[in-house]
């Protein structure tokens, strides 16, 4: 049966069928192969380019005056400009904003030492208020 335009209707997977798998055919001819999927970015990318990139280009990290010489002085930079910027960043975003920018600009051997990484190391939790308890026995 030919419908309106002289298509022919089929629900038996006839022809119709047929052409739009040859027109989706042709259609990934003509766009070729699709790009292989990105690399997700890292959460120090994505913070740094949320938060950072309006204000620096990457001509900031390898000009003349720049003041990243090492892995400490990278790590604190990171650090004065999120507080400069009110980011309130963890320490574990500081030093994931630093890999990050170390991995792509400098290739500095982070330092084992470093203010940064020392930071990270869990804190022993607090003791629980014993003010205002009664010991029943």
Not at 56 to 66: A, F, G, L, P
Not at 76 to 101: F, H, P, T
Request: proline residues 7%.
């Amino acid at each position: 049966m030919h419908g309106r335009f002289g298509v022919q209707a089929s629900c038996g997977g006839g022809r119709p069928g047929r052409l739009l798998a040859a027109t989706l055919a042709a259609i990934a001819v003509i766009l070729g192969p699709l790009p292989a999927q990105a690399q997700p970015q890292s959460r120090g990318e994505l913070l740094y380019a949320t938060n950072c990139i309006a204000c620096h280009t990457e001509q900031v990290h390898w000009r003349d005056r720049k003041l990243v010489r090492d892995w400490n002085s990278l790590a604190e930079q990171v650090r004065r400009w999120q507080e400069a910027a009110s980011l309130g960043w963890r320490d574990d975003d500081i030093l994931a904003v630093a890999l990050y920018l170390n991995d792509r600009y400098y290739g500095f051997v982070p330092d084992k030492g470093t203010a940064a990484l020392r930071t990270l190391a869990p804190a022993s939790p607090p003791r629980p208020s014993t003010a205002g308890c009664r010991r029943t026995t």
